[in-house]
T-cell receptor, first 117, second 117 residues
Framework: AQTVTQSQPEMSVQEAETVTLSCTYDTSENNYYLFWYKQPPSRQMILVIRQEAYKQQNATENRFSVNFQKAAKSFSLKISDSQLGDTAMYFCAFMKHSDNYGQNFVFGPGTRLSVLP | NAGVMQNPRHLVRRRGQEARLRCSPMKGHSHVYWYRQLPEEGLKFMVYLQKENIIDESGMPKERFSAEFPKEGPSILRIQQVVRGDSAAYFC???????????????FGPGTRLLVL
């Protein structure tokens, strides 16, 4: 079974600064996908960024980028130029690859990020 | 294209009553996933359904919980004889027909917050 760990229950960052959220996972799979989801106070789950395990290049989406270390099973999220609207719970998630059926997410426990003015 | 719809958004039940949660996937999506989020925790997978079929129910409690996704109409998560521990946010996600080799992004609904008194 896969597990996802987020070792930082809470973090804070000053507006306009950079923050990195940690995520590690455990799996025996070789082919899989990793995601970061954001859950603001509205509780809506919003996809931030995704990474295919077979790709060595780290994914980037505007101010959001990841540091994917496959051997270390680490998948951290870096938020640059933090904005007040980035305040939310952030969940790291793992999904196995499947050739036939869809697969469910395995989520970490989350990191609560507060961006301070 | 409307997103994933869930209703009701909030549901209050007394212990022993039944709760029915509905999920209408995005148009063209035939895969539905249900997740449960207990207070201050990450989302936990419950069940994965395709039209008229349960594909994976490994995350469902063995008793009182059931799910269906009929040929016509929304997917239903049913909780019989609710207890206080069932109080949680229940999220539905949908994805299009699974494509081999691709980690399908799941689109989340806004969730149903169940409160058991």
């Amino acid at each position: 079974a896969q597990t996802v760990t987020q070792s930082q229950p809470e973090m804070s960052v000053q507006e306009a600064e950079t923050v990195t959220l940690s995520c590690t996972y455990d799996t025996s799979e070789n082919n899989y996908y990793l995601f970061w989801y954001k859950q603001p106070p509205s509780r809506q789950m919003i996809l931030v960024i995704r990474q295919e395990a077979y790709k060595q290049q780290n994914a980037t989406e505007n101010r959001f980028s990841v540091n994917f270390q496959k051997a270390a099973k680490s998948f951290s999220l870096k938020i640059s130029d933090s904005q007040l609207g980035d305040t939310a719970m952030y969940f790291c998630a793992f999904m196995k690859h499947s050739d036939n059926y869809g697969q469910n997410f395995v989520f970490g426990p989350g990191t609560r990020l507060s961006v301070l003015p | 294209n409307a997103g994933v719809m869930q209703n009701p958004r909030h549901l209050v039940r007394r212990r022993g009553q039944e709760a029915r949660l509905r999920c209408s996937p995005m148009k063209g999506h035939s895969h539905v996933y249900w997740y449960r989020q207990l207070p201050e925790e990450g989302l936990k997978f419950m069940v994965y359904l395709q039209k008229e079929n349960i594909i994976d129910e490994s995350g469902m409690p063995k008793e009182r919980f059931s799910a269906e996704f009929p040929k016509e109409g929304p997917s239903i998560l049913r909780i019989q004889q609710v207890v206080r521990g069932d109080s949680a946010a229940y999220f539905c996600a949908s994805s299009p027909q699974a494509v081999a080799g691709v980690g399908e992004t799941q689109y989340f609904g806004p969730g149903t917050r169940l409160l058991v008194l």
